[in-house]
């Protein structure tokens, strides 16, 4: 009996603030060649002037029209775009489809340098935000998601640079010297493969044991 070759595996890619689907480029083109399928979406506008609810909205509604009811994928998401992802978990029911969640650099518990701008989400990434305050009050909720943070100790966007790391699930230190350079640096796009080749294998796993069951 042959087997089917399995359909590429959907990541949705979540880019950070002032920047667009673009930003992802480099990393799209590394997975689309290793037999990943990545959709990166556009929010907008990414300026700081809506709120990261409002922008956890606009990727639910893009995942709703990119992928079938019930598919599950994995969630990227850089900087601005991994408090985004989290809040489609946390609170639009993203939990239910994401396999695995990965944030490069992302503010989890703020930065400084959000200080810098008033604007709704510049405000809800400013450390203990009442925004921050009530994604890592129920943090756990995460772990219903297979969650890895990577960061950098040489951020200048995320002061102080540990805020990068989440308080669930797995966390990689790469020493890249700048905050745009995570999304281009192969030590980052390698990392990033082998997680989502890990949630590839562990979902066939889950799937082989239901068919057994059944």
Not at 107 to 118: I, K, L, V, W
Not at 171 to 176: A, E
Request: charged content about 20%; proline content about 7%.
């Amino acid at each position: 009996m042959t087997t089917e070759p399995a359909a590429p595996r959907p990541v949705v890619l979540v880019h950070g603030i002032w920047d667009s689907s673009d930003a992802f480029v480099p990393m799209a083109g590394w997975l689309r060649t290793r037999g990943f399928r990545p959709l990166a979406v556009d929010l907008t506008p990414s300026d700081g002037t809506v709120g990261l609810d409002e922008l956890a909205r606009q990727l639910a509604a893009f995942v709703d029209h990119q992928l079938p009811d019930g598919e599950t994928f994995d969630l990227v998401g850089f900087s601005m775009g991994g408090l985004v992802g989290r809040y489609y978990v946390q609170r639009l029911g993203g939990a239910a489809r994401v396999g695995r969640l990965i944030t490069i650099s992302a503010p989890h518990r703020g930065t400084c340098m959000a200080y810098a701008s008033r604007n709704p989400a510049s405000r809800q990434m400013r450390p203990r935000s009442a925004f921050l305050k009530d994604l890592n009050g129920d943090v756990a909720l995460l772990a219903r998601v297979r969650c890895a943070s990577i960061w950098t100790p040489l951020d200048l966007m995320i002061v102080p640079a540990g805020s990068s790391r989440l308080g669930v699930g797995d966390h990689f230190r790469i020493p890249v010297v700048a905050h745009p350079l995570m999304l281009r640096d192969r030590r980052s796009l390698e990392l990033v493969e082998r997680l989502l080749r890990e949630s590839v294998h562990q979902d066939t796993r889950v799937q082989d044991t239901r068919i057994q069951d059944a």
